[in-house]
Nanobody, 124 residues
Framework: QVHLEESGGGLVQPGGSLRLSCAAS????????MGWYRQAPGKERELVAT????????NYADFAKGRFTISRDKAKNTMYLQMNSLKPEDTAVYHC?????????????????WGQGTQVTVSS
C-alpha cells in the first residue's frame, strides 16, 4: 500500500509563513506529478500548485503565484509547499495528491492518491 502524509500546518498570523510537507511511503518505485490542493469550509477543493517529476516544472493557481513555492525531493519521495505572506483567506485544509505511483511486489500503478490533509489557519 501507498500512503501520503502531510505535516506542517498550524495557526499563523496574517503575513506569516508556513512550510508544508507531504511524504509518500510504501513500496515505491517512482512517484508521478505531485500537487497541493486546499478546501476551505463551505467551498470546493481547489488546486494550489503542482510539480512534475519529469520536467521539474511547477504550476500555480493565481492566488499562489508570488507567495507560495512548491518543491520536491525525489530521493525522499517528499514534496513541500513554502507559503509566505499568508492571508486569512488562505485558511483551509491542505491536501497532498499524487497522480500515480509505481509500486513494487507486484509492480503496478496506484492512481489518484490523496493524503488526509493538514489544517492551515491564518488569523490574528
Amino acid at each position: 500500500q501507498v500512503h501520503l502524509e502531510e505535516s506542517g500546518g498550524g495557526l499563523v498570523q496574517p503575513g506569516g509563513s508556513l512550510r508544508l510537507s507531504c511524504a509518500a511511503s510504501g513500496n515505491i518505485v517512482s512517484v508521478g506529478t505531485m500537487g497541493w490542493y486546499r478546501q476551505a469550509p463551505g467551498k470546493e477543493r481547489e488546486l494550489v500548485a503542482t510539480i512534475d517529476i519529469t520536467e521539474e516544472s511547477a504550476n500555480y493557481a493565481d492566488f499562489a503565484k508570488g507567495r507560495f513555492t512548491i518543491s520536491r525531493d525525489k530521493a525522499k519521495n517528499t514534496m513541500y509547499l513554502q507559503m509566505n505572506s499568508l492571508k486569512p483567506e488562505d485558511t483551509a485544509v491542505y491536501h497532498c495528491n499524487v497522480d500515480r505511483i509505481l509500486v513494487d511486489n507486484p509492480r503496478t500503478y496506484k492512481n489518484d492518491i490523496w493524503g488526509q490533509g493538514t489544517q492551515v489557519t491564518v488569523s490574528s
